[in-house]
């Protein structure tokens, strides 16, 4: 009776060690980010509602978020970002970005 739950106990944590593997396989070989829209940044102001920073190819929309309304409040051109000082914080950024990648893969 032991030997026999010994064995299926040994058959169960196989099985479920062999889906943990094969999602964490699925994870690692399925592209993250497929979208042309990227979310830059969003600073909340209370329970849903909130200002987002989203890229959309070479622009970036700065929109005001409510839990019934989304509004435009200004358009700016991913080029006129990387020129001033914002370049600078830019840059230090994407390094991380690609150091945390680094350290993910």
Same mark, same amino acid.
């Given at each position: ?9 040994g058959a169960?944590?196989?099985?479920i ?11 690692k ?17 209370g ?9 959309? #190819?070479?622009?970036?929309? +700065?929109?005001?978020v409510? %839990?019934?309304?989304? $509004?435009l409040?200004?358009?700016? !051109? &991913?080029?006129?970002?990387?020129? #001033?000082?914002?370049?600078? +914080?830019?840059?230090?950024v %994407?390094?991380?970005? $690609?150091?945390?990648?680094?350290? !993910? &893969?």
């Amino acid at each position: 009776m032991t030997s026999l739950l010994i064995q299926t106990g040994g058959a169960l944590a196989f099985v479920i060690l062999l889906i943990a593997a094969a999602a964490w396989v699925y994870r690692k070989k399925t592209p993250g980010d497929l979208g042309i829209i990227d979310l830059v940044a969003y600073k909340p102001f209370g329970p849903r509602r909130g200002i987002a920073a989203v890229r959309i #190819g070479r622009e970036i929309l +700065v929109v005001g978020v409510t %839990n019934a309304d989304i $509004k435009l409040f200004r358009v700016i !051109d &991913a080029e006129e970002i990387k020129t #001033g000082p914002a370049a600078a +914080v830019a840059d230090k950024v %994407n390094r991380l970005r $690609k150091i945390k990648e680094g350290l !993910d &893969a």
